[in-house]
């Protein structure tokens, strides 16, 4: 199949990346447009500036760009193509995002979730390639997930297919409520900043002394998953029993997922790769009680190999993953990928 150039854009809430590729994953070019505060009506014309100057740059006009992905942050309308209210993008309220540049860049436009689209970027670019039924978690500052199933990414009824972070582990009156309001969600067990913020409060509330406020540099405010990592690393009593807490929920997560999909791969983003062993190895010993032996040792639990890079991929993918789904393009050119 002929190789044609897309575009993809990854809206967050400190930038807008840019990334212009050909459709087997080759970078042509990335730039990126400063997003720290600022109005979707001063950002979007700069989208369009970058994305043009990008194809220039190439010997590339409009013309020959195939499809725009567009990664963009919750709440949104994906049907619409509209970004609503998202908490750290003050200037960005109902944003017809997609529309705008389908006009303005005379492209097709498609736009999905963070999740769904790092899912596609570990499925068509990652170490998911050619799997079926692939199931990819952010594991970041909250928890989401993108679900491939029968060789197709999994919308749902209203698009919200995946939300797996909010999937509820534990109704105990002790269980942490969640930033959706829920309480006992996987996210708000695991994810990096519900889990910094419980250990703040803790931390004052208790007068806890642990290592992990030295990893903040004595600032109990700034205390990260990194800072908790490196006090787990000193063997720090308090930073251990709060990981050990985040491994059982993790892995009573992830299996409860293994045993609804039965997924030949789940995919684990951030902190499972930057953390390596001490994320996945107590990950694992805890998995076995949720799972099934047969759906267990028939599905790899592996940290992305994107890493970091993902976010390149993930706008281009959403723009193939939309092709694909049209049958204008096979993202997987020999027959290892089958019945589709
Ligand atoms: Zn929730």
Same mark, same amino acid.
């Given at each position: ?33 400063? $997003? ?9 014309? =700069? ?9 220039? =740059? $190439? @010997? ?26 998202? %908490?750290?993008?003050?200037?960005? *309220? ?30 068509? %670019? ?5 799997c079926?039924n692939l199931l ?11 679900v491939i199933l ?55 509330? $208790? ?7 030295? +990893? ?41 997922l293994i045993?609804?999909l039965n997924p030949e791969m789940v ?18 010993? +805890?998995? @076995?009680?949720?799972?099934?032996? =047969?759906m *267990?040792?028939t599905c790899q ?24 789904? *049209? ?14």
């Amino acid at each position: 199949m002929d190789l044609f150039p897309v575009l993809g854009i990854d809206i967050g809430g400190t930038k807008v990346a840019l990334c212009l590729a050909t459709s087997d994953g080759t970078i042509l070019g990335k730039s990126r447009v400063d $997003n720290v505060d600022r109005d979707a009506k001063e950002v979007l014309p =700069q989208i369009v500036t970058e994305a043009k100057a990008l194809l220039k =740059q $190439n @010997e590339l006009t409009t013309d020959d760009l195939k499809a725009i992905g567009i990664c963009s942050p919750a709440p949104h309308d994906l049907e619409n193509g509209v970004i609503l209210t998202p %908490f750290n993008m003050p200037g960005w *309220r109902n944003v017809p995002i997609r529309d705008f540049l389908e006009k303005a860049l005379e492209t097709e436009a498609f736009m999905e979730n963070d999740a769904n689209a790092g899912a596609l970027a570990e499925w068509f %670019f990652g170490i998911g390639k050619k799997c079926k039924n692939l199931l990819y978690l952010t594991m970041s500052t909250g928890v989401g997930g993108g679900v491939i199933l029968n060789g197709h990414l999994v919308q749902g009824t209203n698009h919200n297919a995946g939300e797996v972070g909010h999937m509820v582990l534990d109704i105990a009156e002790d269980a942490p409520i969640c930033s959706c309001g829920q309480r006992g969600c996987f996210e708000a067990f695991s994810g990096g900043r519900a889990i910094a913020l419980r250990v703040q409060e803790d931390i004052k509330q $208790n007068y806890i002394s642990t290592f992990i406020i030295d +990893h903040a540099d004595g600032d109990i405010d700034s205390i990260d998953m990194i800072a908790i990592e490196k006090a787990v690393k000193d063997q720090d009593k308090y930073a251990v029993k709060i990981w050990s807490e985040m491994s059982k929920r993790n892995a009573q997560g992830i299996g409860l997922l293994i045993n609804a999909l039965n997924p030949e791969m789940v995919v684990l983003g951030t902190l499972a790769w930057a953390a390596g062993d001490l994320f996945m190895k107590p990950l694992m010993e +805890h998995i @076995e009680k949720y799972t099934w032996p =047969q759906m *267990r040792e028939t599905c790899q639990v592996v940290p992305s190999k994107l890493r970091r890079e993902i976010g390149e991929y993930a706008g281009i993918s959403v723009a193939l993953n939309f092709l694909y789904e *049209r049958g204008e393009f096979d993202p997987f050119t020999d027959s290892d990928f089958v019945d589709v």
